[in-house]
């Protein structure tokens, strides 16, 4: 019985972390290899549009030995599974600068993927919060 509750509870958070995250993809491109473009005065790419030093703080992943990291990020950033990926390292990364303040998993990957590792600490972070719960009632 203990094990079955586990397996739900389990499954209920993996399905919440995945929802927040297609919130996310959904804001940032309609969750679409868009390319890159210029956002806020830098360029943001792909799926969850990710800047370069964001690439850079979630640990460079899928970038080959040798490879350029700006191309590294590009083809990442354009890449589902390489970009999600991203996300969630960034998350694990700073997700800690936000304890204490008594906010949800998705409420600290959303402000943190929106305003960087002091995301959770502005009101700068609302509307982008509002929109990714109005998506997936997420907290």
């Given at each position: ?70 191309a590294a990020w ?66």
């Amino acid at each position: 019985m203990i094990a079955e509750i586990f397996l739900i509870i389990t499954l209920l958070c993996v399905s919440r972390a995945e929802d927040c995250l297609k919130c996310i993809c959904n804001c940032e491109s309609g969750c679409a290899p868009v390319g890159c473009s210029i956002d806020v005065g830098s360029l943001s790419c792909g799926f969850y549009q990710i800047k370069l030093p964001y690439y850079e703080d979630c640990g460079t992943p899928g970038r080959g030995e040798g490879e350029d990291v700006t191309a590294a990020w590009q083809r990442c950033a354009n890449d589902y599974d390489c970009a999600t990926q991203c996300v969630q390292a960034y998350y694990e990364r700073y997700k800690d600068n936000c304890d204490g303040i008594g906010q949800g998993p998705c409420e600290v990957m959303s402000r943190l993927h929106n305003g960087g590792p002091g995301g959770c600490h502005t009101s700068a972070t609302d509307g982008y919060w509002d929109a990714i719960q109005s998506c997936c009632g997420c907290s």
